[in-house]
């Protein structure tokens, strides 16, 4: 099959799509009297970063839900792999903004809690849990409890835990939101890294236009709601090489001054 070709959002570049990890089909959803989302139709890249951005309240966490199964969405359809979503599954991992970790239970043991729970023996969880434990940086933490480390480093925990279950598509709900302008940096960088490293799809949901364009590599931006997808932007910036420079790069300034001016109008 020939895959289909599309454009970036300047319109200079053409490049392969590569097949979907996830789609939604006509997604919508309501609570009550209140319609949160709207017929929403949204492909997301395998392999790739994905990333919801939106005003408040516009059903990106909704969303997020909905594609984890923690939701079901009123009409409409979730495809994950082709499977359609009828629950949660291990295809999927959920990072939290809130950490959501054990307080009784050390780094090592929070780790493997999710291979803990699908039976995996105690030597084969832990191996596993102490790669992704160093993945994430926090190797010789492996014995300290969530009230002994900092917001990052539980955060840290967090992403290695949805890493160490090997799910093919992690669902990131503003996980770097709760911590300091200076280690939501550093996190954004370990992102990129990660995203070429592991070969997952990653959906992130953020409010955040500069963190949007420096992390993905595909982004939605919801209207309100009722949300539905105005647009989809493909940032064509070169990510492998410094770091440094991605925030200098004209690419990056022109997307993010392109994202306000379609999301000015829409922000109370």
Request: glycine share 8%; aromatic share 6%.
């Amino acid at each position: 099959m020939v895959m289909p070709q599309i454009k970036d959002p300047i319109g200079h570049l053409e490049m392969r799509a590569p097949p979907n990890a996830v789609v939604a089909r006509g997604v919508s959803k309501t609570y009550g009297d209140v319609e949160a989302l709207k017929n929403l139709s949204l492909e997301f890249p395998k392999g790739q970063l994905t990333s919801l951005l939106g005003p408040s309240g516009c059903g990106k966490t909704t969303l997020l839900k909905i594609i984890g199964g923690l939701l079901e969405p009123t009409a409409g359809e979730i495809e994950v792999n082709g499977t359609p979503v009828k629950g949660p599954g291990p295809d999927r991992a959920f990072v939290f903004q809130d950490f959501a970790l054990l307080p009784w239970a050390n780094v090592l043991r929070n780790v493997a809690f999710g291979l803990e729970l699908r039976g995996a023996a105690k030597s084969e969880r832990e191996a596993i849990a102490e790669k992704y434990i160093a993945e994430v940086g926090l190797s010789g933490f492996e014995k300290a409890f969530p009230h002994e480390l900092s917001g990052g480093m539980r955060q840290r925990v967090g992403l290695a835990r949805a890493l160490s279950v090997d799910a093919d598509v992690l669902l990131m709900d503003e996980p770097f939101s709760a911590v300091d302008e200076q280690t939501r940096r550093k996190f954004q960088e370990d992102l990129l890294r990660l995203v070429q490293n592991e070969n997952k799809t990653f959906i992130f949901v953020t409010h955040s236009i500069e963190e949007a364009v420096y992390v993905s590599d595909q982004i939605a931006i919801l209207l309100p709601r009722p949300s539905r997808v105005l647009e989809i932007i493909r940032p064509a910036i070169e990510r492998n090489k410094n770091v440094d420079n991605i925030r200098r790069d004209p690419e990056y300034l022109d997307i993010v001054d392109k994202i306000w001016a379609a999301l000015r109008s829409y922000v109370e």
